[in-house]
Nanobody
Framework: QAQLVESGGGLVQYGGSLRISCEAS????????LGWYRQAPGKQREFVAR???????NMASSVKGRFSISRDNAVNTVYLQMNSLKPEDTAVYYC?????????WGQGTQVTVSS
């Protein structure tokens, strides 16, 4: 069964760090590019980062140099390490799996950055 479960969101101060996790089913983790989108209140969902099965990464320009994405093959989990957080990073962060014509989504985890 295709499944994505996020965890690790919360409240952090400006300039702080947070790591969020996405545990994927083996089917998704071993077969597809995984990544993160985010959606702030009143805004469209936007791309944040992705990592391929082979470990190639891409980051949105808005987070490049502050965020990083990685994967742990032993626990079928993708991580988003977020440093130097800003209030504009406040959003619900969604893990996704790119299955080609189908995108699978997790339920989302809230990240709130206080100023």
């Amino acid at each position: 069964q295709a499944q994505l479960v996020e965890s690790g969101g919360g409240l952090v101060q400006y300039g702080g760090s947070l790591r969020i996790s996405c545990e994927a089913s083996r089917l998704l983790f071993n077969g597809y590019t995984l990544g993160w989108y985010r959606q702030a209140p009143g805004k469209q969902r936007e791309f944040v980062a992705r990592i391929t099965v082979r470990g190639t990464t891409n980051m949105a320009s808005s987070v490049k140099g502050r965020f990083s994405i990685s994967r742990d093959n032993a626990v079928n989990t993708v991580y988003l390490q977020m440093n130097s957080l800003k209030p504009e990073d406040t959003a619900v962060y969604y893990c996704y799996a790119d299955q080609g014509p189908v995108i699978s989504w997790g339920q989302g985890t809230q990240v709130t950055v206080s100023s």
